[in-house]
């Protein structure tokens, strides 16, 4: 039987009679000891715990209790510390190697190994590499309505660079946007319109550990010359080991990173050791190079969200030049999905010959047009008196004459 340790204590009479001897944990670093405590009874012989301690802990009510009192220690991390024996999975089958690597030192994973399957991944379209660290010195600031902050600069690129991805025919599914701050993930629905993004997931560090995505971008919202970087822990949520594990952890194949990361490397011994890694590999830069899928030779460099209007529908800013199936030249910038010329709309004069006309008149209308009756106007001769009139040409002699007369 399974169940939420609230639903243990719930039922807890019912198990006791049930009497389980072999109780199994999952999650058992994320969960409160007194919560695990209410599933054991007298009957159990074997308790099976399956965490991470070098993640997220159990969040409690009451700031001051974790603080004070390490209530927010689990059972896990409280019998790992005191040297009870436990078994280590060191293969990941996850993120791709330049994302795991970031955690293979000796406070994440030292031991940390890379399944065969994870070096088998696609490239990350439209971007030339699969990682990187986007840093910038724009201003964070503080929201008024909150204790959380909050950075519009990262939170209007995110928005532009999303677009871009989704520009590149992934789903929106595939996307989840992270960040450390209820502020900034405010900020963001904001900034990304429903009618555009709904599907791609915004939410907070702490709402997403145990889950995984194709491409996360992080914001990580801290920037502001006004920190004190010889305080302990300067940059708050940002500087926590276990959320630091948690966010660089959550990517298959692309991890898009926005923050300020001379100040971070300055605040946070963690921080430094990655980034000093990280500026080895020539991945920590003041913008990101966008790469087009079909002229691989075009690039741009986005360092703003402005930037990305130089790649409007995802491709480059030339113009796409091939064919639609009418037979004019697609009228757009160069891009990546709809190749095919399915779902573009042609507005230029339609070339064919009218089927509907006997004559064999060109069509008038626009090329997305149904071409319709013809409506160039012809000298027809009216049966009863012979006469001469200009009428549509699909309209009969006697029909259209007499409709005249009408009116």
Sequence with gaps: MGMTTTGAAKYRKILQRVKPQIIIVEEAAEILESHIVTTLGDSCKHLILIGDHKQLRPSTTVYELAKKYEMDISL???????GVPCITLEEQHCMRPEISKLLRREKLYPTLRDHETVLRYDKVKGVDVNIQFITHEEEEYFSGDSTSYLNPHEARYISALCRYFLNQGYPKENITILTPYMGQVLLLRNEMPKSVFDGVRITAVDNFQGEENDIIVLSLVRSSLEINVSKRNPIGFVGIENRICVALSRAKYGLFVLGNFKLLERSSQLWKEIIVELRK????KPYLTLRCENHPEMYTYASTA???????IGGCNKPCGKYLPCGHICPRSCHVVDIL????????????????CTLGHQCTKKCHQKCGDCKIVVVKVIPMCRHLAELPCHLDPFTGFAMQSVK
């Design 76 to 82: 896990f991390e409280r019998m790992v510390r005191n």
């Design 341 to 356: 010329h399915e779902h573009v709309t042609c507005y230029r004069p339609c070339k064919k010959i009218n089927p509907n």
């Design 306 to 312: 402005h930037d990305f209007e130089n790649v409007p």
């Design 281 to 284: 590999a020539n991945l920590v």
